[in-house]
Nanobody, 115 residues
Framework: QVQLVESGGGLVQPGGSLRLSCAAS????????IHWYRQLPGKGRELVAR???????YYSNSARGRFDISRDNAEHMSYLQMNRLRPEDTAVYYC?????????WGQGAQVTVSS
């Protein structure tokens, strides 16, 4: 079955960096776009970044210039490198793939940016 497992979250000071990882299984990873979403406290999920199967990348306005999304098709992994983190980046971050019209999510990784 489809599985997405995030790792790499934690507590970081403002201005610091974190790298989130997403381990994927159960589908032909190289053929699909991978998304990273986040859910801020008390808010709905919002798209942070997307990497298409062909490698093209999209970033939200808040992520552009600070975050970098990548993928390793051989290892079925996606990464979200987050730099110059701000307190407002505090959220649960989710890896997502859409297959045959259905959304699949990981369990989420908590990122807390605080001094």
């Amino acid at each position: 079955q489809v599985q997405l497992v995030e790792s790499g979250g934690g507590l970081v000071q403002p201005g610091g960096s974190l790298r989130l990882s997403c381990a994927a299984s159960g589908f032909t990873f190289p053929n699909y776009d991978i998304h990273w979403y986040r859910q801020l406290p008390g808010k709905g999920r919002e798209l942070v970044a997307r990497i298409y199967a062909g490698g093209f990348r999209y970033y939200s306005n808040s992520a552009r210039g600070r975050f970098d999304i990548s993928r390793d098709n051989a290892e079925h992994m996606s990464y979200l490198q987050m730099n110059r983190l701000r307190p407002e980046d505090t959220a649960v971050y989710y890896c997502n793939v859409r297959l045959w019209g259905a959304d699949y999510w990981g369990q989420g990784a908590q990122v807390t940016v605080s001094s």
